[in-house]
């Protein structure tokens, strides 16, 4: 279902009181070339400071859909260049996976399925899965439209350390859990 919608940035100008005095911009909510498509989930892109009425027409916005694997939800926004698509989507009420914030865990991992993501301060994954197709989504942002798939954290975090830490899957021991519970 295709929708069509002023822009935040042209509605919220209209709105202020000092603006409303003044003749109607190029750029008002009846311009057909302000207006943005949307489908029933797709919303606007948000600003830094998460307001709507800071989208500056000039940063190229991209959409992006997530499926959930977890949920078993589809998710398709929009994103502008400049934000992070975490962000994004919780600005628009829109609840994926996430620990940090910062991009030194792998709670947000996702697998790009099609389009491109720039993570300049993704740490939580090493070049190799980056090149593998990994991304972060608290710290990304979208370079093209993008379709991306939620990963399991623990999945990636093996991907990520378990051959340097880890000899394999852990086999229980209930000799050493008697023991332990023993000593309580």
């Known amino acids: 279902m295709d929708l069509r919608a002023p822009c935040n940035f042209c509605t919220s100008i209209r709105r202020s009181s ?12 009846s311009s057909l070339s302000c207006r943005r498509k949307m489908t029933a989930e797709l919303q606007t892109a948000v600003g830094v ?19 959930d694997r977890q949920r078993g939800e589809v998710h398709e926004f929009f994103v502008s260049e400049d934000q992070y698509i975490l962000h994004t989507a919780e600005s628009q009420n829109i609840t994926l996976p996430f620990a940090c914030r910062h991009g030194c865990c792998t709670s947000c ?14 740490l939580g994954i090493s070049a190799e899965l980056k090149s593998q197709g990994y991304a972060l989504l608290c710290v990304g942002f979208p370079s093209s439209d993008l379709e991306v798939e ?35």
């Open 109 to 122: 991992a996702v697998r790009i399925k099609s389009g491109q993501i720039r993570q300049p301060e993704a």
């Open 49 to 67: 400071n998460g307001r709507t009425d800071s989208y500056s027409p000039s940063i190229p916005t991209h959409k992006v859909t997530v499926h």
């Open 150 to 184: 939620t990963q399991d954290e623990d999945e990636v975090y093996w991907l990520q350390f378990g051959r340097y830490f880890a000899r394999g899957p852990v086999e229980r021991d209930d000799y050493a859990l008697e023991l332990a519970m023993g000593d309580e």
């Open 18 to 29: 000092i603006l409303s005095r003044l003749p109607p911009s190029p750029y008002s909510s």
